[in-house]
């Protein structure tokens, strides 16, 4: 991605970037991706918005610009301001849309938040090179009769970029969504850690086969793939909640079976189950997992804007 100008060979009408993060990627300065559907379908209202904010802050203070990413009428959005902000966090027409929602929802006028698939692909060819997320989505429990896995995987396999995240999501099968980053060919690297973190957890308990410990490590072996060249893929920077910031484990396991349950009873399916079971979450553990989870994004905003500035 390095040395393409953002916008080149897109349909103008379609996308729109702000002038602050044009002119950050022109003058290849530190630029990092947010996806939007953690704000509206991830977090409740009115913290999303605060958290929307907050992340931005994050970025701007560690000396690099926030590109929010979602989709307005019908228009990409590279970068999003307070208005547009507020609109995703608060607007119940906001769609949640993933990669393969993208052209319908453009062709439609739809408005929608983008999930990592979407927001990935998006920021990818837009030039930016860092993304930063709470949870990547993976293959679901009960995979073998469902056959739920995130549209996430796939795109991650396809995608030149880093994506900073707390692991992927409890709520999945871990070791499985492992397993298929594996095949798929994603860099898995734990940042000081050697346990792959659990997203409300700092450790899923699951090894992870390379740590490095410091933003520089990060964009080494960033330019060490480059180098390398080959098909496009990319690097999973799992970065743990701290230990003191973490649900704790046995609330998790508790509430996560309850949530688990509550799903298949009510035949939640689709697009709607991981809404469903981090709002069911957040209200059994009376908050408790929303402050874990927001934990985690800001770490891995701030762990993003570093890697930014050393790429
Ligand atoms: N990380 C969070 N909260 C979220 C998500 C990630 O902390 O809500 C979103 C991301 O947008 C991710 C999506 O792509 O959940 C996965 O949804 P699904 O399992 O339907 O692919
Ligand atoms: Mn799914």
Redesign the pocket.
Known sequence: MRGRSPCQGWDMLLTEVTEEVREALDARRPVVAL?S??IA??LPRPRNLAVAAELEEIVRSAGAVPAGIAVLDGRVHIGLDRARWERISQDDGVRKL?RRDLAPALATGTSGAT???ATAFLAARAGIRVFA???L?GVHRDWTHEQDE???LRVLAETDLTVVCAGV?SVLDVPATLQRLETLGVGVVGYGTDRFPGFYLTSSGEPVDWTVHSPDEVAAVVRAREALGGSPAALVVANPVPESEQLDPALHDRVLGEALDACRERGIAG?A??PFL?DFLTRRTGGASLEA?VAA?RGNVRLAALIAAAL
């Open positions: 996806e559907t953690i379908h991830g993933g999930t990592v698939s997320t709470g949870g989505g995130s549209a996430d999501k697009q189950v991981t981090l989870n994004v």
